[in-house]
Structures are given as structure tokens and as C-alpha cells.
């Protein structure tokens, strides 16, 4: 088993930067995938960003993210980050921490990972 939590979500305006942290216990983040995803009100939950280990520590981002978003990991503190630069109201969303067992995984679909935190609200205001 995998536990997990996010911290870091908070109230930020139209172009300012936040980091999300998640932390993992139960096993090491060296042997697993991970990402995130958000869900805004009255959407399906998406992929933001994903970590893997097999591939270099190979990232991987949702298309329109790319140029903002950036994660990484520190294997000491078994937690991964999500540094979210350039915010904007669209971003405003719970945003969670996700595990994939198989970590050489290149997954956008959240089917895929069966370990989850409870999530972190950010909110963006214009």
C-alpha cells in the first residue's frame, strides 16, 4: 500500500506561481510512477504531469501544460513536486497526487494508477 499527501494548494492570482508537494509513505518513490491530475468543478478529472523511473526519471505533461507546469522528485524525501509558474483562472481545480505501480508507466489515464491522495484546492483569481 501506498499512502499519500499533497500539500501546497492555496488562493493565488492570474500570474503568479505555486508548488504543490506530495508526499508518499508505504513505498519508495524510486520504484513507482507518479503524477498529478486536477478536477475542476463539473469536469472530468485530468492529467497535468507525470514522473516516472525506468525512463531516466523521465517527465511527461498533459500538451497545454508543458511551458508552465514542471515536475520533479527527491527520492531522500520520497516526495514529488509540481511547480505551477504563470497561473490562470482555468488552472483553479483540486489537484491530486496519483501512484502507479509500474514505474515505467507513461500514463495519462487516471485508470492506470491505483494509489491516490485526497487532493489539494487551488484556486486562481483573475
Known amino acids: 500500500q501506498v499512502q499519500l499527501v499533497e500539500s501546497g494548494g492555496g488562493l493565488v492570482q492570474a500570474g503568479d506561481s505555486l508548488q504543490l508537494s506530495c ?3 508505504g513505498r519508495s518513490f524510486s520504484t513507482l510512477t507518479e503524477a498529478w491530475f486536477r478536477q475542476a468543478p463539473g469536469k472530468e478529472r485530468e492529467f497535468v504531469a507525470g514522473i516516472n523511473t525506468w525512463h531516466r526519471l523521465g517527465t ?3 500538451d497545454s501544460l508543458e ?4 515536475i520533479w522528485r527527491r527520492s531522500d524525501k520520497n516526495t ?3 511547480e505551477m509558474t504563470n497561473l490562470k483562472p482555468e488552472d483553479t481545480a483540486v489537484y491530486y497526487c496519483a501512484a502507479s ?4 508507466s ?10 491516490w491522495g485526497q487532493g489539494t484546492q487551488v484556486t486562481v483569481s483573475s
Open 80 to 82: 514529488v513536486y509540481l
Open 67 to 70: 511551458d508552465r507546469f514542471l
Open 23 to 25: 508526499t508518499g509513505a
Open 101 to 104: 505501480d509500474d514505474g515505467d
Open 60 to 62: 511527461y505533461f498533459a
Open 106 to 115: 507513461r500514463s495519462r489515464y487516471a485508470g492506470d494508477y491505483g494509489y
